[in-house]
């Protein structure tokens, strides 16, 4: 029987990291590390789990011994925010090219500088191209139901990449909400046992990983992550199928709110979605036909799926939480690719980025019901005036 | 009170007990199946220091994330705090504003500028050093906030302060707890 609990996203995800019980977890417990860490560390000394908890001397040794454990078969965890996902960098892509399935629990915040530890999409931006499988969730309950998925998704044969799951920083992880908490064996059965195909421990069929590769093989070992990453998507929606059946849940690559007869949407990730369904709702019922496309996994990207969610949209706004500097216009990282994507599977409608809540700055429904407003204007005239808009911000 | 959902704003100093107050009746609120977020003000909490907790609670799911900006009720855990921080800040006109003092509630209004709403003001503090001989105001002050509001009855705040307690301090004081709770309730003052 599954309970509900009053749980923040910190404990939300610590309590799925008990549940499941991976060998080995490793991650450093300093800012801006979570409270994840801090109440797995209680999991380890109560013996509530039998994990090795390896408490090493920074983020780059945390991703280090994660990418070690893996290789010698075992399942492996860890978590991370902001700063100490950019100080594992080197180590991140390095998982992701020896088809280290780990799982990564992110919480969301912003890059320094100037220093700031409130919530942005900037450090797993940064991370998009490395190879991770990436997940974002709205609130406490989606953090938890996906960390739960991320296990079987990255160890799932056909994929063996591993998966970050995002969080926003602050809103969700220190927030406390009701969580429906399944019963700890229903969770351990969900996720199974894992039996890595490989090991560096199988001394009866020895393998290399680090080798070198020049130009002799580099390329193929490439071009075989993108294979990897190109074939995800199937598993990820067999894995999330099986979620759903198993804990009555309705996940899929993204959410789509009241959208089927909108005239515009906003396309939005995380804890915002959720305050956009409530500027949704709202003007609705002033007659006004608008919706949400909330993206869940964001890598590897579904581009035709989203092309056509919206395809029957008048506009379309995308609300980005970092800004790729020098892109085109200055612009997010998700309008680029969306717009690329609507472009190329022959989506042809007025699409605008709107920049928000950057280093925590709170977005508030009047601000987003102001960018509803903006593209039923543009729906109407068919013409984007600013490609770039920053909500909220003093110029 | 008999709206679809409530905001409420927490004020205090650091190491009073301002963010346990708010998720003491987040979970209380789960207790009676209701929707809820706690939140603590997202900065720095030093010992002392004026600290913000917020609290939404609601029949229905909570989508929104914004923070709180026109609260329904706030509640003042020091009564140092008023005329150093803005507490009636965003109160809504029609709100309900529970002080921790020895002030009446007449006065408290004279103080704030806080005309309209409702104004309850009980001696947390008197209460609490009383009973448990420490100024820690956080459950007094739900008991006043069951008693202004009339959210929760006092039977289910009780039972949530027990389970809450029970693990983490001795018998004698989850009592001494809940006697402040009891007594806030009946000795608050409304004006």
């Known amino acids: 029987m599954s309970k509900y609990e009053a749980l923040t996203g910190d404990q939300a995800v610590a309590t799925a990291m008990r549940q499941i019980n991976p060998d080995v977890v490793a991650a450093y417990p300093i800012t801006p590390q979570t409270e994840t860490v801090e109440f797995f560390a209680e999991y380890v000394a109560n013996g509530e789990v039998t994990t090795e908890f390896i408490c090493v001397e920074s983020e780059h040794s945390a991703m280090s011994a994660c990418v070690g454990a893996s290789l010698a078969g075992a399942r492996v965890m860890t978590a991370t925010s902001s700063q100490g996902l950019a100080l594992m960098w080197e180590i991140v892509y390095i998982a992701a090219s020896y088809r280290c399935p780990i799982v990564m629990s992110l919480v969301n915040r912003a890059l320094s500088g100037p220093i700031n530890i409130h919530c942005d999409h900037s450090d797993v931006m940064g991370m998009r191209d490395s190879g991770w499988i990436i997940l974002f969730s709205e609130n406490c309950q989606e953090a938890y139901d996906n960390i739960i998925q991320a296990v079987r998704i990255a160890e799932h044969p056909d994929v063996l990449l591993p998966v970050v799951v995002c969080q926003d920083g602050f809103i969700t992880s220190h927030a406390m909400e009701r969580v429906e908490v399944y019963d700890d064996a229903e969770v351990q059965a969900f996720v199974g046992t894992y039996r890595p195909k490989w090991s560096i421990l199988d001394v009866d069929n020895p393998k290399t990983y680090g080798a070198l590769h020049f130009y002799d093989y580099y390329y193929e070992s490439k071009r075989q992550q993108a294979e990897a990453m190109a074939h995800a998507q199937r598993p990820i929606l067999e894995v999330t199928n099986e979620f759903n059946r198993q804990f009555n849940r309705h996940y899929g690559l993204f959410e789509a709110y009241r959208l089927d007869d909108a005239d515009v949407a906003i396309v939005v990730a995380n804890s915002t979605a959720g305050t956009t369904k409530v500027v949704v709702d709202s003007l609705r019922a002033q007659g006004l036909k608008v919706g949400l496309l909330k993206p869940r996994v964001f890598r590897p990207f579904p581009a035709k799926e989203l092309a056509n969610a919206l395809c029957h949209l008048k506009a379309v706004g995308v609300m980005d939480r970092s800004i790729a500097f020098g892109s085109m216009n200055n612009a997010g990282p998700l309008f680029l690719e969306l717009t690329a994507a609507l472009a190329i599977h022959g989506v042809h409608i007025p699409i605008a980025d709107y920049i928000f809540g950057l280093g925590g700055r709170d977005i508030k429904p009047g601000e987003i019901e102001s960018v509803y407003r903006d593209l039923l204007r543009i729906a109407e005239t068919g013409k984007v005036e600013r490609l770039v808009t920053y909500l909220s911000v003093r110029e | ?191």
């Open chain 2, 1 to 191: 009170m008999s709206k679809e959902m409530i905001e409420i704003r927490w004020h205090g100093r650091g190491g009073q007990g301002v963010v346990t107050a708010g998720k003491l009746l987040a979970e209380t609120a789960m207790g009676t199946g209701q929707y809820f977020q706690a939140f603590p003000d997202f900065g720095p909490e030093r010992m002392g220091a004026p600290v913000r907790s917020f609290t939404r609670l609601s029949s229905k799911p909570i989508y929104i994330h914004s923070q709180i900006e026109n609260p329904d009720v706030v509640l003042v855990l020091d009564p140092t705090l008023l005329g150093t921080v803005p507490v009636t800040e965003g109160l809504k006109e029609d709100g309900i504003l529970i002080v921790n003092t020895s002030m009446s509630p007449e006065e408290v209004r004279r103080m704030t500028g806080f005309r309209t709403g409702k104004v309850f003001t009980v001696d947390a503090s008197h209460i609490a050093i009383e009973e448990m001989g420490r100024e820690i105001t956080n459950t007094p002050m739900l008991g006043a906030f069951a008693r202004a509001t009339g959210l929760f009855d006092l039977d289910a705040l009780e039972h949530q302060v027990r389970e809450w307690f029970r693990e983490k301090v001795s018998p004698s004081v989850v009592e001494a707890n809940i006697r402040v709770l009891r007594r806030a309730a009946q000795e608050i003052q409304e004006g």
